[in-house]
């Protein structure tokens, strides 16, 4: 009995699947906010807006630190970031809570290399980490750079996300 009643319900979804086409979702517009988010300017609070939205610390040796903010198209705050340090940095930097890095061999493609605003070659690979925020509703991306052994050019864009 249950095989007799299956089979009119497969056949009546399978005329529903027929009849409704592809079932791809419509790409979702990105929520604005009604003002865009105030942004610090001063460099000790672009920094320490940086490390609050995104739970990263920028390792205490790193060298030529820069970090830039700007609005994402959804009006949020979208932090850029580089700078040079050691293995040791980078490895301290990359193993928050939620950000995974992963050892590559290649190097960064040209997409990456302008997204990212990579300059550097690199003489080993890259590392790619990437993870959300655990306290705060962001993204978080880095990729660096081996320029020379054991020295790290790093590379990342935080944002938070809207809603």
Known sequence: MRAILGLPTLMGAALLVAGCGSFAPPEPSPPTPEEPVELPSEDADIRAGFEELSELTIPDDAEDVDITVEHSGAGTPLY????????????????????????????????????????????????????????????????????????????????????
């Open 80 to 163: 850029r970031v580089g700078f040079i340090t050691d293995a040791e940095g980078l490895e301290e930097f990359c193993n928050a809570d939620n950000f995974s890095p992963y050892t590559l061999i290649s190097e960064p493609d040209e997409e990456e290399r302008e997204r990212f605003e990579i300059t550097e070659e690199t003489v080993d690979g890259m590392v790619h980490c990437r993870g959300s925020g655990v306290e705060n509703h962001t993204d978080r991306e880095v990729i660096a750079v081996w320029p020379e052994e054991d020295v790290a050019a790093v590379h990342g864009i935080v944002w938070e996300l809207p809603g």
